[in-house]
């Protein structure tokens, strides 16, 4: 049966288990964690079941979650691995698929969209519900999710151990001009967490620690997409 909202919002993760999975069919599935809710779909390539991450419940909604099964479906139907793309963009290179007779190869998933998301470069980006929902909603000068995300990372950077945890990080984005609630703030990690950016210690209180992955993004060595490019 597909998921609802409801399902998702109220879904807990059992006693003595790490996780709960919740499918909505076609593939694609949430695993509920206690540091948050991460969509995936599962796929078969080549004769092997594989498994493709398509982003966070809520900052990627459950309508957005079933636009990019089919994006990347589609990717599947033209004989390409959509998790093949995914890493390829990741590591900051153009994928290298094969032709397809005829057929032209579909823009790739938001993730792996190569342009920070600022109101600035918007119209550069492939014209979809997926990206338009994705691009901030706030006025022209508000602070964007890609800079608070950058700003996070930056702040860990900083921190003695690139460890904070979320009480101090909420102070320290408050005064950079990020007015961010612990529900936002926890989301952000919880996405930085799945890009590998970070790793949380989910107490009472949570602490955040930056990887070498999340220091090579403040340095510019690499650049997750979704997360603003540092000057």
Request: without cysteine; aromatic residues 6%; hydrophobic residues 35%.
């Amino acid at each position: 049966m597909p998921l609802t909202d409801y399902d998702i919002q109220n879904a807990t993760v059992p006693y003595g288990k790490a996780q709960l999975k919740l499918s909505d069919g076609g593939g694609l599935y949430i695993l509920v964690k206690h540091s948050g809710r991460y969509w995936k779909l599962a796929y078969r390539f080549d004769g092997k079941q594989k498994s493709l991450s398509l982003g966070v419940y809520p900052a990627v909604s459950l309508e957005e979650a079933r636009v990019r099964r089919e994006e990347a479906k589609d990717l599947l139907s033209q004989n390409i691995d959509p998790g093949f793309v995914k890493q390829q963009q990741k590591q900051g290179g153009q994928p290298s698929v094969p032709a397809v007779e005829s057929r032209a190869v579909q823009p790739p998933l938001i993730d792996e969209v190569k342009l920070p998301l600022t109101i600035e470069n918007t119209s550069a980006l492939p014209q979809s519900n997926m990206v338009s929902n994705a691009i901030s909603s706030g006025k022209p000068n508000e602070k964007t999710t890609p800079e608070r995300r950058l700003a996070i990372l930056q702040t860990l950077a900083k921190a003695s151990g690139s460890q904070l945890n979320e009480k101090q990080l909420q102070e320290t984005l408050q005064a950079l001009g990020f007015k961010v609630s612990f529900d936002r703030l926890r989301t952000d990690f919880a996405w930085l967490s799945e890009q590998e950016a970070v790793t949380i210690n989910t107490a009472s209180v949570w602490s955040i620690s930056l990887t070498q992955y999340g220091l090579d993004t403040v340095h510019a060595r690499t650049w997750i997409p979704g997360i603003q490019q540092p000057d």
